[in-house]
Every structure is written in C-alpha cells, then in structure tokens.
C-alpha cells in the first residue's frame, strides 16, 4: 500500500482487483466440491456464480477500504502500525 492515507494509486486499486479474483477463485471453487453429491451436470452453477460474486466483491470493498485507512508508512489511520 503505496498511497497516503484516504488516497488509492493505480498499484492499490490493481492490488485489491487481484485479491478479488483470487478469492471469487478460492470461494467459487469451495463452494463446488462442497455441494453434496457432487456432480458437474446437476451443480447449481447459478448459486456458485453468487458465490463467487459475493466474495469478489467483499474483497474488493475490504482491500480498498484497508487502502483507505492506511498511511504511506504502514499505520492504521497514522496511529497503529499493521
């Protein structure tokens, strides 16, 4: 996280759409393998699909909002180091 605080560069925002791909991925895929009788045919593709768009967009939301709230330095609102 490059930007100063309350500020997002290109390099934050391309960051935070990586994390949401990533974890639409991850998520997508749990949710396939974990479905009961698992079966590529019958899957309910369109509850996978809300899944995964579910969780790109909480990623998305949670890494520009740390971007957010986060110094050039490192701090949490220019008080806690994380």
């Known amino acids: 996280m490059n930007s100063?605080?309350?500020?997002i560069n290109i390099n934050d925002?391309?960051?935070?759409?990586?994390?949401?791909?990533v974890a639409?991925?991850?998520?997508?895929l749990g949710?396939?393998?974990?479905q009961p009788n698992f079966d590529l045919f019958t899957l309910d593709w369109s509850g996978v699909?809300?899944?995964?768009i579910n969780a790109a967009f909480i990623a998305l939301i949670g890494s520009l909002g740390a971007?957010?709230?986060?110094?050039?330095d490192?701090?949490?609102f220019g008080v806690v180091k994380i």
Request: hydrophobic share 55%; net charge positive; proline share 0%.
């Open 31 to 34: 949710s396939l393998v974990s």
């Open 24 to 28: 639409a991925v991850i998520l997508g």
């Open 67 to 72: 971007t957010l709230g986060t110094t050039k």
């Open 49 to 52: 699909l809300h899944t995964a």
């Open 13 to 21: 925002l391309a960051r935070a759409v990586i994390n949401a791909v």
């Open 74 to 76: 490192g701090k949490f």
């Open 4 to 7: 100063g605080l309350f500020k």
